[in-house]
């Protein structure tokens, strides 16, 4: 990826490509390495591979800096490099193609409106993304725990019925 200078922004910044095997991240942060926005995606199997944007997320204190363009920016381009389609679920990629997908299509990029199995992809993947946090966590203390649940009123009734309690 690319390293820009933003002229009211003390450092430059750096937008990184992140791949995983559920969720992947393409994200921008400073010269010490403080993160400033982040773009999640998934990418869809099969015959054209696409890149499918959950969530788009920019620090309040870097707004009017111009990073949600050059995380866009950066989006796209290595979206055309690596001929990936993008859907746009995310509401600041999609209002970028609305305003300017002419342009990413001419430059040889491609995209397509989301669909519901964009959704049900998405939540298999957070799913898969969320077992490999619970397999990596250590287990510190595995107790069994019999409990006999009792109930806040009693059982015995009168002559309205179960009692319930009063507040």
Do not use: N
Request: with cysteine.
């Amino acid at each position: 990826m690319t390293q820009e200078t933003i002229e009211d922004v003390e450092d430059s910044v750096m937008v990184r490509l992140g791949l995983a095997r559920s969720i992947s991240s393409c994200s921008v942060r400073r010269a010490d390495e403080i993160l400033v926005g982040t773009a999640e995606f998934v990418v869809s199997p099969g015959e054209s591979e696409e890149r499918i944007f959950l969530r788009t997320e920019m620090c309040a204190d870097f707004d009017g800096h111009d990073l949600e363009e050059l995380l866009v920016g950066e989006i796209l381009k290595s979206s055309i490099d690596g001929k990936y389609a993008v859907v746009p679920l995310c509401p600041l990629i999609a209002r970028h193609l609305l305003l300017h997908g002419e342009e990413f299509v001419s430059e040889g990029g491609s995209f397509r409106d989301p669909r519901p199995d964009d959704i049900r992809l998405i939540t298999r993947a957070a799913r898969s993304d969320a077992q490999e946090c619970l397999s990596d966590a250590p287990v510190i203390r595995q107790q069994e725990i019999f409990v006999t649940p009792r109930l806040p009123f009693s059982m015995e009734e009168d002559e309205c019925g179960p009692s319930f309690p009063t507040i």
